[in-house]
């Protein structure tokens, strides 16, 4: 864009510009004219021609002269030679007085230019009314004085005229551009930048810049001069969004303003976000001339955005989609109809005894191997499916445009959740120590279009659920029956808590008899009787709190009721030892010991009568802190039972370490002993093994007289069964001890 001048700036251009161009004309004029002029004998304007040029020619050159003196010079010689013309060659040249004070007006101001009107007024009148020029005016041709009246009045009218025409016009020429300029001044110190190009119709035209603001300078390091000239398309760049580009360009092609957001670059080339107004110039048609940009750098204002969004849809660990964003896409993904795009599917991964992996090596090496989950699991999946984390060690993968029939569909979503499974099995280092990452997938297909995406969720949850009650580290595909079963289980638990705060559930106690048959202690079992009056199984109800982490609190009402127990068989002159079942969750509680101290403080029960049982599945996991915390309750007196023996993964290395008390031989060992052969060889080793160890053993399900008298054959362990008792309600339980007298040798045994 030229730079704004005042009025004194372009008089002075236009001046500078005048010269040559003067002298050009005039001594091509001067050369065509001196032969005739010399033929006539009229050599003084001749002379006068060439003094004229030199002069002109001295102003031109003489440009440290002041602007006012050079102009007043250049009157001077355009009012002698016009002086000079009309007295050589007459009212002919009475034009060329016009100059002085046109000149005048449009180099100098209105003031000389009246200067320079009635001097050449009064020069025409002066020469006319003297006769040195001829001014023929019909009816006075004799009165030269008249003649020459009417000549300088009308040349002072049109003269006036003219000038003060010129005048008014630079008047209101300088008043425009003093306001240009003012408008300039601001613009170019405004903090937006502000960038003028020039419209260029063709659409994919370079729109050359023409202005840019110092605020535009400063943010993009460019100079002015690097930057006039060049395309509008110099401010975008690699990771600016093609949308915004085709709306600016739409926006231009139909003459419209537009606002965008876009990713503008430096001359360095850094990015930074930059918001921008786009408007239409147009003059005096439809179609913009220029278009003026004006732009604010918002890129603090998009971080700070960027960040809220990626907290509220990312998972800072990971990086991954989060659940709400995962659920945004499976809801949008599930809008789709399949015919369009094919089948969706989850897979809901959870990793396999993670909990481990936080409590051996810290939550550290936890967070890094689910980041390692994270890089796996987009790595084998394809960019176009999702994969997000939803909580601790929870991962969905969602995969869209499967096939639209669903035994493909299915068969294709199994496949990639083998090919994940294989992936995350592949042997890991760990803060230099390796691992194998176990993960469970469930995996739902949409198959019904009105299906919700919190249905295919719950639906995937479930079958990973599935999946872990397999034994952990494979894929299940859902079936609509494990829905009734989670909803079936989800009742239950509901029905559970109500039962365990309305005090609905009750304590039974089975008697463990010696080779005798004589009472040596009792077990509680717990027992849940329905308002219909039907009875819920241990078997059913125990894995249901297990799962919901209800058997905390059972736990504890438990061990109270089994003190309570104890002190009423203790009252009616029946104390016996009772085994109390601790559940593997209720016995990592980090408070356990205190729970326990504090029951058997409220109690007064003995501590040494109470028998712990503990399940194999406490001793699989965090071995080291479950003795520890054994050792800890066995130096209070209570004594531990390994229950169901045999049925678990028991690492043997660790029984010896453990303050044990008693081994249980599980009923299903039983159950076809002294007839099959496998079975009663476990319960020989068993038998032997607890010899070795110097343990009681305690064999449950004794329904035979074979089975009591194999074992009192081999060994002589305690029994449970109903072949000899039952479980019984407290009351019946101390009512048959006082009718059968038991209570005496029960009492000899364990005095
Ligand atoms: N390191 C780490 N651990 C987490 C994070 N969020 C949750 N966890 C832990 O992840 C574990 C999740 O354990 P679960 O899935 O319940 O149990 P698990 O040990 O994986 O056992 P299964 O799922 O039954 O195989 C818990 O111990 C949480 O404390 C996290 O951001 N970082």
Redesign the pocket.
């Known amino acids: 864009m030229v730079s704004i001048k005042d009025i004194a700036g372009w008089r002075e251009r236009i001046f500078s510009s005048l010269l040559p161009i003067v002298l050009v004309v005039g001594t091509v004029s001067t050369i065509a004219i001196v032969p005739f002029l010399l033929q006539r004998g009229m050599w003084p304007v001749a002379l006068a021609d060439a003094i004229a040029l030199g002069w002109i020619f001295a102003i031109w050159r003489l440009k440290g002269l002041p602007y006012t003196v050079r102009v007043f010079h250049f009157l001077a010689v355009v009012y002698v030679l016009s002086v000079a013309l009309m007295l050589s060659i007459g009212a002919a040249s009475l034009s060329y007085l016009l100059g002085p004070p046109l000149i005048a007006s449009i180099l100098l101001s209105l003031r000389p230019a009246i200067v320079a009107l009635i001097l050449c007024a009064v020069s025409l009148l002066g020469l006319g009314a003297t006769g040195h020029i001829s001014l023929s005016v019909p009816g006075w041709e004799h009165d030269p004085v008249k003649a020459a009246l009417v000549a300088a009045l009308n040349y002072t009218t049109i003269g006036v005229m003219l000038t003060l025409i010129c005048s008014n016009l630079l008047k209101g020429l300088s008043l425009s551009l003093a306001e240009l300029q003012l408008t300039s001044a601001a613009v170019s110190r405004l903090n937006d930048m502000v960038v003028i190009a020039k419209a260029v119709a063709h659409r994919n035209s370079a729109q050359p810049i023409t202005f840019v603001n110092k605020a535009f300078l400063r943010r993009t390091g460019y100079a002015r001069e690097e930057v006039l000239g060049q395309s509008l398309r110099m401010l975008q760049g690699p990771d600016t969004d093609q949308a915004v580009i085709t709306c600016i360009l739409e926006a231009m092609g139909s003459n419209k303003p537009c606002n965008v957001e876009l990713v503008s670059y430096t001359k360095s080339g850094s990015a930074f976000w930059l918001e921008l107004e786009l408007m239409p110039f147009t003059q005096s048609s439809e179609v913009a001339t220029h278009w003026v940009l004006v732009g604010r750098d918002i890129t603090e204002r998009r971080t700070a955005a960027d960040a809220i969004h990626r907290l509220a849809f990312y998972d800072v660990?990971t990086g991954l989609p989060n659940r709400r964003l995962l659920m945004e896409r499976l809801a949008a993904a599930l809008e789709e109809t399949p015919a369009n795009r094919g089948l969706n599917a989850i897979l809901y991964l959870?990793?396999?005894?993670?909990?481990?992996v936080?409590d051996a090596r810290g939550?550290a090496v936890?967070?890094a191997l689910?980041g390692h989950v994270a890089t796996r699991l987009n790595q084998t999946v394809r960019n176009s499916d999702t994969v997000a984390r939803i909580g601790?060690?929870e991962f969905v993968v969602l995969l869209g445009g499967l096939d639209a029939n669903p035994s493909v569909a299915s068969y294709v979503a199994l496949d990639v959740a083998h090919t994940i499974r294989t992936a995350l099995a592949a042997p890991l280092d760990l803060a230099g120590q390796p691992y194998n990452i176990g993960v469970s997938i469930g995996v739902a297909l949409c198959l019904d279009a009105r299906a919700s995406s919190h249905d295919l969720l719950r639906e995937a949850d479930t079958a990973m659920y599935r999946a872990?009650a397999n034994g952990?580290n494979g894929v299940v595909l859902f079936e609509s029956a494990m829905l009734s079963e989670t909803q079936y289980k989800l009742t239950m638990e509901r029905d559970l808590a109500q039962a365990m705060n309305n005090g609905e559930l009750t304590m039974h106690l089975q008697l463990q008899v010696d080779r005798l048959g004589v009472p040596a202690g009792a077990e509680l079992l717990m027992r849940w009787p329905r308002a219909d009056g039907t009875m819920v199984r241990p078997d059913i109800f125990i894995p249901v709190a297990e799962s919901s982490g209800l058997i905390v609190p059972l736990g504890n009402w438990a061990l109270r009721e089994a003190c309570k127990a104890w002190l009423a068989l203790d009252r009616t002159g029946n104390p016996m030892p009772l085994s109390i079942n601790v559940s593997p969750l209720q016995f990592r509680q980090p408070d356990f010991v205190d729970q326990v101290c504090q029951i058997l403080a409220d109690t007064g029960a003995p501590p040494q009568q109470l028998i712990f049982e503990v399940t194999e599945g406490l001793l699989i996991e965090d071995i080291e802190q479950a003795i520890k915390r054994m050792h800890k309750l066995a130096a209070l007196g209570i004594r531990f039972s390994v229950d169901d023996f045999g049925t678990g993964y028991s690492n043997l290395a660790y029984l010896t370490k453990m303050p044990l008390y008693e081994l249980k031989i599980d009923k299903r060992f039983m159950h076809d002993t002294p007839h099959d052969v496998s079975g009663t060889a476990i319960v020989q080793s068993i038998l032997a093994m607890a010899g070795h160890l110097g343990l009681r053993v305690v064999a449950e399900g004794i329904e035979s007289i074979e089975q009591a008298q194999y074992l009192t054959a081999h060994g002589g362990a305690y029994m449970q069964g109903y072949l000899y008792h039952r479980p019984m309600a407290l009351e019946q339980l101390i009512q048959w001890l006082q009718d059968s007298s038991a209570s005496v040798v029960a009492t000899a045994a364990y005095g």
């Open positions: 660990l959870d990793l396999d005894n993670f909990k481990n936080n939550h936890g967070d689910l601790g060690d872990k952990r």
